[in-house]
C-alpha cells in the first residue's frame, strides 16, 4: 500500500512539474487603481495557491484551539473521576414474598 502511495505522488509531482515547465510564459495580472504585476503565469499560480492556503489555516485556527480547549476540559474532568473513589453499589434485594 505504501508503494501505491509512493507512486501516486511521484505522478503527481512529474504532473505538476512539467505543468510548471509548460507555463513560464510571462503574464500580467491588474490589480485596482492601475496597479499591475507581471510574472511568469506559474509563479503567479503559487502566489495564489500560497494565499489560498494561508486562509485556510487561519479559517481552521478557531476550531483548533476550541478543541483544544474542550479536549483539556475532558482530561480535567476523567483526572477527577479517577481520584473520584467509586461509589459501593449493592444489588437489588430479592422481593419478599
Not at 500560497?50 to 474542550?70: D, N
Request: no cysteine.
Amino acid at each position: 500500500m505504501r508503494l501505491i502511495a509512493w507512486v501516486i505522488r511521484v505522478l503527481v509531482f512529474v504532473l505538476l512539474l512539467v505543468l510548471a515547465l509548460a507555463n513560464t510564459q510571462t503574464a500580467t495580472l491588474n490589480f485596482l487603481a492601475g496597479y499591475a504585476w507581471q510574472a511568469p503565469l506559474i509563479l503567479i499560480g503559487l502566489a495564489f495557491f500560497i494565499v489560498g492556503l494561508l486562509a485556510g489555516l487561519l479559517s481552521a485556527l478557531p476550531a483548533v484551539f476550541r478543541m483544544r480547549m474542550e479536549n483539556g476540559r475532558l482530561k480535567r474532568e476523567l483526572r477527577t473521576a479517577r481520584e473520584a473513589p467509586a461509589p459501593v453499589v449493592e444489588p437489588p434485594l430479592p422481593p419478599v414474598i
